[in-house]
């Protein structure tokens, strides 16, 4: 009596692992596309570091806070940034307006930087010890962590 020796994969073989193929790609591709994005939005916070080094230098040179985004010299943007604004109401206080069209859905609002003295407290004049970071974004997940 001879024992048949087999050659390849059966069906059922190939079919556990198309599926199991499957359920890994319908996992991770929700979590790629989420980590794509968040990516977009680091991109629109390192636009934002050029303009904290201005608005820190203006307050160092002037001892007063700049009122706009031409006064502290910062301009521009990126693909995934409209505009950076320097509040009117809020002196020093940075905006990044986050551009959805390129970001994604979810993505629509700002990113706001303020400047703090070395109490925590909104800082004034030439006292920039830090910056605290909130956001109206529609989606707040997709800020970095340390604007949640």
Same mark, same amino acid.
């Given at each position: 009596?001879?024992?048949?020796?087999?050659?390849?994969?059966?069906?059922?073989?190939?079919?556990?692992?198309v599926?199991?193929? %499957? !359920?890994?790609?319908a996992?991770?591709?929700?979590?790629?596309? =989420?980590? *794509?994005?968040?990516?977009?939005?680091?991109?629109?916070?390192?636009?934002?570091?050029? &303009?904290?080094?201005?608005?820190?230098?203006?307050?160092?040179?002037?001892?007063?806070?700049?009122?706009?985004?031409?006064?502290?010299? &910062? #301009?521009? %943007? +990126?693909?995934?940034?409209? +505009? !950076?604004?320097? +509040? @009117?109401?809020?002196?020093?206080?940075?905006?990044? @307006? *986050?551009?959805?069209?390129?970001?994604?859905?979810?993505?629509?609002?700002?990113?706001?930087? #303020?400047?703090? =003295?070395?109490? $925590? $407290?909104?800082?004034?004049?030439?006292? *920039?010890?830090?910056?605290? &970071?909130?956001?109206?974004?529609?989606? +707040?997940?997709l800020?970095?962590?340390? &604007?949640?």
């Open positions: 009596m001879q024992t048949k020796k087999q050659a390849g994969f059966t069906l059922i073989e190939l079919m556990i692992v599926a199991i193929v %499957g !359920i890994l790609a996992v991770a591709i929700p979590a790629y596309q =989420d980590y *794509i994005k968040r990516s977009k939005i680091s991109e629109a916070m390192a636009t934002a570091g050029a &303009c904290k080094t201005s608005v820190a230098e203006f307050a160092a040179a002037n001892n007063a806070l700049p009122a706009d985004a031409t006064e502290a010299g &910062c #301009s521009g %943007g +990126s693909t995934y940034v409209t +505009s !950076i604004e320097v +509040s @009117v109401t809020n002196p020093g206080d940075i905006q990044v @307006v *986050i551009n959805d069209a390129e970001v994604g859905d979810g993505s629509a609002g700002r990113i706001i930087l #303020s400047p703090v =003295d070395s109490a $925590g $407290g909104a800082a004034a004049g030439a006292n *920039i010890y830090g910056w605290e &970071c909130t956001n109206s974004l529609a989606n +707040s997940g800020a970095p962590a340390s &604007c949640r």
